[in-house]
């Protein structure tokens, strides 16, 4: 049972457009998303995070949503940069606990 | 700070053989988590401690995986016996809190092929 989905297993975008990478959940008890970013041979690495209580969190270029009653949250990347070229994997705690993680989904900015 | 230290970074080991992976946590921290990732699945809670006390293992897919922390500096995770479907890789983080308010920091991982 895969409590949190990232049914995107890829996205390909142009350079200094938008990129939208998508995440849902089913388990009501989270209170707590973070997105994390990976690159080949690397650990991920920590993104941006909200909680439930707030519908948006803004940090530079990335941008999280959270959709409660939709059970989706999504990372706007504006404008896209080579470098963001990595795979995303969105995350979710109940209270404070542990970690439930998406499948990822693979983002490619091209030049 | 040197970060999470894995070890191996890459491990080729055959179908019975005893695996073990070790995992230096990031000094301070109290939380120490073991992950898998696959394709199919994702990044897969194993296990996770709390002042070298394992508090949740209930992501051990099967007896054959066991964790270990013997003191605040070290943790293993053995597979005995290995089988080809626990190829994937293993990744160990440490956090300061539970309360994940800035993540889990990720060591690079070790790459499992088992044949």
């Known amino acids: 049972d895969q409590q949190v989905k990232q049914n995107s297993p890829s996205l390909s975008v142009q350079e200094g457009r938008i990129s939208i990478l998508n995440c849902d959940y089913t388990n009501s008890m989270f209170d707590y998303f973070l997105w994390y970013k990976k690159y080949p041979a690397e650990g991920p690495t920590f993104l941006i995070s909200i909680s439930s209580i707030k519908d948006k969190n803004e940090d530079g270029r990335f941008t999280v949503f959270l959709n409660k009653s939709a059970k989706h949250l999504s990372l706007h990347i504006v404008p896209s940069q080579p470098g963001d070229s990595a795979v995303y994997f969105c995350a979710a705690s109940p209270s404070g606990s542990r970690l439930t993680f998406g499948e990822g989904t693979q983002l490619t900015v091209n030049p | 700070d040197a970060g999470v230290i894995q070890s191996p970074r890459h491990e080729v080991t055959e179908m019975g053989q005893e695996v073990t992976l070790r995992c230096k946590p990031i000094s301070g921290h109290d939380y120490l988590f073991w992950y898998r990732q696959t394709m199919m699945r994702g990044l897969e809670l194993l296990i996770y401690f709390n002042n070298n006390v394992p508090i949740d293992d209930s992501g051990m897919p099967e007896d054959r995986f066991s964790a270990k922390m013997p003191n605040a500096s070290f943790s293993t995770l053995k597979i005995q016996p290995s089988e080809p479907r626990d190829s994937a890789v293993y990744f160990c983080?440490?956090?300061?809190?539970?309360?994940?308010?800035?993540?889990?920091?990720f060591g690079p991982g070790t790459r499992l092929t088992v044949t």
């Open positions: 983080a440490s956090s300061l809190t539970e309360k994940y308010l800035r993540g889990q920091y």
